[in-house]
């Protein structure tokens, strides 16, 4: 790698720990360090830039949104809340829609809901079930609803009446479950992103529908990561079939501009009233912009079928690159939302990555995800598995 192009700020808070690099700009699946150097993107900003980088469709319609009006106050009608609704409304099959600006304020709202919901009919304590491994943002309450001792270290006490249960087992969540009169909703990601890419079973997702209808209990998904496309669908959860009371949606939902939308189903659309709920930035004409042009762009280029296509590709590739190496525990997931992980920890990966020019992340200390733009074409993710199959053998031989 070249001299070592960013050191740490003194002025910015110290929390993250990041790569020596230092980004200015980028196109399509590419970006550029403020070096010169050109990385292939297979992180698109943490499933965020749907569409690549400086998409021309999207950068004209933002630009000409910024000349117009980029801020107003929801003390007024805003047009594009309503297009934008009205599009979320249509491709998830649910009600309406609460906008504000990223995933954790998207699953407070829906934490809000639940204990509303419980209040509205005389439960005074709701309880909400949430899943071991579960990442549903860094709030206090949703670093509680959270299922990873690393994110609750420190910020104790946490938020109380979350009820945590492993993934994908029915039998442990009636145990847990039975008999208690105050639970409200169970949150879950339909495959969770940051606990390493863990899908439910589409069975064990039935069956969670069915007990939360028998049981009056509200199904909130958090799709944060997994919908919007990625998994070649517009949302993960519609693989098995099922349809949720309540989804949290935000990351590929602008394609880069933060924004935030909490849908709501018939059974929990009118929880919230004036006067329940607000934020001052969210649904603002430039973030709903984003959004609609985000869908409409998705749309015109068929992107669903891209992530669907192409990731399909890109997980035989990585399969067909890794069988038989020891090491390589498994390579999983769904459509352009992929890990492989490996039998030991493997952050040390990413800066010799990003040497030869791939950008990439690990999760859960062993798993590297592939979250790339839903744009990726075939050979981009060939060219990703020719520069991560070598460096992932070198790697395991060290
Ligand atoms: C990223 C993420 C969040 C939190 O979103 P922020 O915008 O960072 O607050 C919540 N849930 C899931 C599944 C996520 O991937």
New binding site residues.
């Given amino acids: 790698m070249s001299a070592p192009i960013a050191a740490a700020s003194p002025h910015v808070m110290n929390t993250y720990g990041r790569l020596p690099i230092a980004m200015s700009h980028g196109r399509g699946s590419r970006v550029w360090d403020v070096n010169g150097k050109e990385y292939l993107d297979g992180l698109g900003g943490?499933?965020v830039n749907t569409l690549g980088h400086a998409h021309p469709k999207l950068v004209a319609a933002l630009q000409e949104q910024v000349g117009q009006m980029i801020h107003c106050s929801n003390y007024y009608h805003v047009p594009g809340q309503e297009v934008l609704a009205a599009k979320l409304v249509e491709i998830t099959g649910m009600q309406n829609v609460f906008f504000c600006n990223?995933?954790?304020?998207a699953?407070e709202a829906a934490l809000k809901i639940a204990r509303k919901f419980g209040h509205d009919k005389g439960i005074a304590k709701a309880e909400v079930v949430v899943f071991e491994n579960a990442?549903?943002?860094?709030s206090i309450a949703?670093l509680s609803a959270t299922g990873n001792p690393k994110i609750h270290a420190g910020f104790e006490p946490l938020v109380p009446g979350f009820i945590r249960v492993p993934r994908n087992d029915m039998e442990a969540l009636r145990r847990a479950t039975d008999g208690n009169p105050n639970i409200t909703a169970v949150l879950l990601?339909p495959i969770q992103?940051?606990g390493g890419i863990h899908e439910y079973h589409a069975d064990f997702l039935q069956q969670l529908r069915a007990l939360c209808d028998e049981r009056d209990w509200l199904l909130m998904l958090?799709e944060?990561?997994c919908g919007l496309g990625r998994t070649g669908k517009w949302f993960a959860h519609q693989w098995a079939g099922i349809q949720p009371d309540v989804m949290s949606l935000?990351?590929g939902l602008g394609s880069g501009v933060p924004i935030?939308a909490l849908v709501a189903g018939p059974r929990a659309a009118d929880v919230l009233q004036p006067g329940n709920h607000g934020t001052t930035f969210g649904g603002n004409p430039l973030a709903m912009r984003a959004g609609i042009e985000t869908i409409r762009i998705m749309e015109e280029e068929q992107l669903l079928e891209n992530a669907a296509q192409v990731g399909q590709h890109l997980k035989q590739a990585l399969e067909q690159a890794f069988a038989g190496i020891e090491g390589v525990k498994e390579v999983r997931g769904h459509g352009l939302m992929l890990g492989v992980e490996l039998s030991k920890p493997c952050g040390a990966l990413l800066e010799q990555a990003a040497e030869r020019g791939l950008l990439f992340s690990v999760t859960a200390d062993r798993v590297i995800r592939l979250v790339p733009p839903l744009t990726l074409t075939r050979a981009e993710a060939d060219e990703i598995v020719a520069i991560l199959a070598p460096l992932v053998k070198e790697f395991l031989a060290a």
Avoid: M, P, V, Y
Wanted: net charge negative; aromatic share 4%.
């Fill in positions: 943490i499933a990223s995933g954790l304020e699953n990442f549903h943002g860094r949703t990601e992103g940051e958090d944060i990561q935000a990351k935030g």
